[in-house]
């Protein structure tokens, strides 16, 4: 471990993301909603910590290796987290205690969107920005993360999109041909928002709105700048650019990256992953809008409306929300939360166990049944017209498997805090899975929940952003040992 | 298929089966108890049925294949359960439905030890010796099913115990050897049960509550002869016997097999599963004990004597009582379901997924971690000194998954006939896991939820008993088609 080489990282990143405390301090200024000196302290002690981590070892240079990339892809996430809650704390409103600003922070960092506030229509204007673009900035992390830093490190499978997807790395070591990358895939990011931001606009909302939510949007964060969410504009248009742009933001960003330097929409007519995606959504949409008409929910218009919504929102993990998809009747909330296990695909902004590990997991279960009727042929797992590796597959299981177990143990640690059955088991899928929204007590926002419990989802909204491995390795002393 | 084979088998079984109704029916003379014409019915239908399949193909001779192995073994459940409801719904009490009577009579069968009646100490006693017994014969069954069938049709990674355990089954064919075998498994299990009658007995209990509570014991069953389960004899000596003999039929009997043949008891210390099994159980009590002290649930010496018993009885699938765990507080509920889900060892009376399989899964994850951080070692999974196939981890992935997405269709299905959550997610895990008592409105029995959702359970039942896959091939286009 080069402990140096890592201090030296993280300080550069914080000096970097103090800087971005200037969007919401001018909104402030611009508003003079009274939040902008804790802008501008936030910024100066980001900068200051950044500053003093990078000075002593500014000179050091060591090549990474794969081993260090686990710790400071960790540290990178809780690093943030916590300087993100300076301004949760400094300013008189929300005046938010640590604990909740950690949450907040992390929440949005990690795209989850679970909140611990409430009244967010009655809060400074460069406050509501912050945490908009906490999520667009998570966002854009993620893609890095998801599209070359995972696959690199061979986390859960995703090595697959090295060698088998047309992904823009191909390469296994931490070579500058991440920054070549991460720069195209920001400018796409950047693209999808700005589309984004122009069609709410266009569709009726303010400017503040119209950029606050297509930051949420194509992070697929769900941090809303009112407390009915998108529901306050109560407009067809609106929700249907967001169904639109959370679908977009849900696919793997290697494809966005391959159309946009081939000028062709012909690889996402071929990717297996993304046609699976579709039919998963649409299988949702399916079952869904019957559902709600048959129960005498909704009428026929609105049960299309708002089954589409809820379910596109749900399902991408992404948490808006224009009804209370939690209060539907029979097994529609536990079939929605179901979806967002699945998630988006894998290189996307999305959140769950990612689409491609679930096709895996599909076929491989085929494969079993036929293997049953036929004991001696030999079925290979296939993506595409190309078979899989036993090795990827084995990864994916492994993935699978740990994902269960966190489920379970985070879930026991919830239930031992004193929360009851159903708002403990969907808080930790709303967590893992980086959706935000539960069912029971914490359908709408996390703020009545005990502190202990807020760290416990802490920890599981990180364990899912990480997607599990990248933590567990450093707790398993082989790291250390070798 | 050789439907003709088929039908003449079934018919057999049938036939034999009848004769089983005879010892109820002495026990209804004994007691004068009013079933007995009952039982007399049910002999002469159920004779008369196994006869007529079998009259016209009795001299049908063809050697049967794996493929027709895969319908027997569904079709022989199906058909005992619905033979078995006969006495439930032609005895004046309980005079049951139809739909209770199967769901009764395939809980029993299956060792579920789900039950939809009440009032148990007011029912005939030929009832209550007939409930029992139904459990023991499943028992049998199921011993053979797992010591010689599911390994033989490669179910799950169950092959494993083929190749690499010493099990007295290493042929593949469906031969006369599983006669064999069969007889030596079955008197393990009649001295098994004869130790634990008689251990029941010595400590207090009625000959009559002795013999049956020692069929639903060794079967790993769980049904009782009263309402109170075993809590009505509240006796600690009685709970320790049972305690003793539910973790002694949750092993593997080819192990138990073994150390009959060879008169040693050193295959029992080697037994990897088997340790792990133990570890498990004693992490389970070390956690239970100290929860209910600290949460003035109990005294110290109450929380030692009910932590362990609900801790076995439920960790095991076995499903007795003595006090209703479900409403204990905290994490508990919910932490000894979760140890239904690893449920007994493979080759047992047990249900849930089997010991082996969480063993493998979980050494799996272990190399993962140890894979990331060492990409290029070949590392083996290992069952005592042998590594275990690829092959066989495949198949043991393909079962958790399959068994994963059961469990959320199941649910799904239960809440849409309107449960609640907690009740359709425990009943769904109380049945596939063969357990019996659930959480929620089905705690202590399940006769107050709909005809559907009793259907649906059933299902569930029957899935779990023959490891999903058994049934999963039948439904599967691909075996009807080759
Ligand atoms: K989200
Ligand atoms: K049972």
């Known amino acids: ?58 000179h050091v240079r060591h090549e990474l290796r794969t081993r260090d990339g686990f710790i400071i892809t960790v540290l990178f996430w809780l690093v943030l987290a916590f300087s993100g809650t300076f301004p949760f704390m400094l300013a008189e409103n929300p005046g938010l205690s640590f604990t909740d600003a950690f949450f907040e922070s992390l929440s949005g960092w990690t795209t989850t969107g679970a909140t611990v506030m409430t009244g967010l229509d009655h809060l400074p204007q460069s406050i509501l920005w912050y945490r908009q673009q906490l999520q667009w900035l998570g966002g854009m992390g993620i893609i890095v993360l998801a599209v070359a830093v995972l696959p690199m490190l061979g986390i859960g499978g995703m090595q697959l999109f090295r060698a088998e997807i047309p992904g823009p790395m191909k390469d296994s070591k931490l070579t500058p041909r991440i920054t070549e990358t991460a ?71 290697g494809l966005h990256f391959y159309a946009w330097r081939n000028r062709s929409l012909a690889h996402f007519i071929r990717d297996s992953e993304l046609k699976f995606f579709f039919m998963v959504i649409g299988g949702g949409i ?80 085929i494969r079993e049944i036929h293997r049953l009727i036929h004991p001696n042929a030999i079925i290979p797992v296939k993506v595409g017209k190309r078979p899989v590796s036993e090795r990827v597959l084995e990864a994916v299981w492994g993935f699978f498997a740990v994902y269960v177990l966190t489920y379970m143990v985070m879930m026991l640690a919830l239930l031992a805090t004193g929360l009851d059955h159903v708002t403990a088991f969907s808080a930790v899928g709303a967590c893992l899975n980086n959706l935000g929204p539960g069912l029971g007590e914490v359908a709408s926002h996390y703020g009545n929940i005990s502190d202990t419990a807020k760290w416990i989802l802490s920890l599981t909204m990180l364990l899912g952003r990480l997607e599990i491995f990248t933590l567990l390795v450093l707790v398993s002393p082989a790291f250390w040992r070798s």
């Open 1 to 58: 471990m080069h402990f140096n080489v890592i201090a030296r990282v993280l300080g550069i990143l914080l000096m970097l993301f103090s800087l971005t405390t200037l969007p919401p301090l001018l909104v402030s200024m611009w508003y003079a909603d009274g939040a902008t000196q804790a802008f501008a302290s936030a910024l100066l002690l980001t900068f200051g910590i950044g500053f003093i981590s990078w000075l002593p070892v500014r």
């Open 183 to 253: 720069k195209a895939l920001w400018y796409i990011y950047l693209m999808l928002t700005i589309a984004c931001a122009v069609g709410y606009w266009l569709a009726g909302m303010s400017v503040f709105d119209a950029i606050g939510h297509s930051f949420s949007t194509v992070a697929i964060g769900g941090f809303s700048t009112h407390d009915a969410s998108l529901g306050y504009f109560d407009s067809a248009a609106i929700e249907m650019i967001a169904v639109f742009f959370m679908l977009v933001s849900s696919l793997n960003f």
């Open 286 to 365: 399916l079952l869904t809008i019957p559902a709600l008409y048959l129960t005498n929910t909704y009428s026929w218009q609105e049960s299309v409306r708002y089954g589409i919504f809820e379910l596109v929102t749900v399902a991408t993990t992404t948490g808006f929300s224009t009804a209370d998809f939690s209060l539907w009747p029979v097994f529609l909330p536990v079939l929605l939360f179901m979806m967002a296990f699945i998630g988006g695909c894998a290189g996307s902004t999305g959140g769950g166990m990612k689409v491609i590990r679930i096709m895996l997991i599909y076929k491989q279960g």
